[in-house]
T-cell receptor
Framework: NAGVTQTPKFRVLKTGQSMTLLCAQD?????MYWYRQDPGMGLRLIHYSVGEGTTAKGEVPDGYNVSRLKKQNFLLGLESAAPSQTSVYFC????????????FGPGTRLTVT | AQSVTQLGSHVSVSEGALVLLRCNYS??????LFWYVQYPNQGLQLLLK??????LVKGINGFEAEFKKSETSFHLTKPSAHMSDAAEYFC??????????FGAGTTVTVRA
């Protein structure tokens, strides 16, 4: 049981390049989330999904897109990276059964130059 | 709208001393409240949660927190700090039970 995994762990992009971050969970959780973590700002919700085929905007969605084609995977895309998107990105998953606990992946450190 | 304010971005305590991390929340409905811990270069791990049952909540590693509605607070305590408690701690609030709003975090340093 690997829990929540994220690929890649590190990435450096040039301004204007695109990339996709992959999150996978093997706990059969319905809910999945993408957060970004910046110093002094805690974690902020980018997008989330409450089930396969559904996505919704969080607090800071601009510049990002997501897809949830399979229940176990949640993809975060940057179409045209900007230096302001330099951050650590965390994926999390949760059961919808009232346990309220989110399980986090190890993070992806992204630098945009 | 939901939000959290953590008072103090850094806390330094001696080993064996009380750890107290302060969290105040804002919510338009009865909230769900959480404390998460992040060790260096890792993801977040749930320490404890308040979900409208007992107001004093016990978590892992000897931590506990008390929900005080009148003060809109959910402060985290541990009676005796251990070196392994050095980490960053995040308070979070949710009105729905799943979309979280996090505070800015408090870094705890433990002095030998």
């Amino acid at each position: 049981n690997a829990g929540v995994t994220q690929t890649p762990k590190f990435r450096v992009l040039k301004t204007g390049q695109s990339m996709t971050l992959l999150c996978a969970q093997d706990m059969n959780h319905e809910y999945m989330y993408w957060y970004r973590q910046d110093p002094g700002m805690g974690l902020r919700l980018i997008h989330y999904s409450v089930g396969e085929g559904t996505t919704a905007k969080g607090e800071v969605p601009d510049g990002y897109n997501v897809s949830r084609l399979k229940k176990q995977n949640f993809l975060l895309g940057l179409e045209s990276a900007a230096p302001s998107q330099t951050s650590v990105y965390f994926c999390a998953s949760q059961r919808p059964d009232g346990s309220y606990e989110q399980y986090f992946g190890p993070g992806t450190r992204l630098t945009v130059t | 709208a939901q939000s959290v304010t953590q008072l103090g971005s850094h806390v330094s305590v001696s080993e064996g001393a009380l750890v107290l991390l302060r969290c105040n929340y804002s919510s338009s409905v009865p909230p769900y409240l959480f404390w998460y811990v992040q060790y260096p270069n890792q993801g977040l791990q749930l320490l404890l949660k308040y979900t409208s049952a007992a107001t004093l909540v016990k978590g892992i590693n000897g931590f506990e927190a008390e929900f005080k509605k009148s003060e809109t607070s959910f402060h985290l305590t541990k009676p005796s700090a251990h070196m392994s408690d050095a980490a960053e701690y995040f308070c979070a609030v949710s009105e729905s039970g799943h979309k979280l709003s996090f505070g800015a975090g408090t870094t705890v340093t433990v002095r030998a």
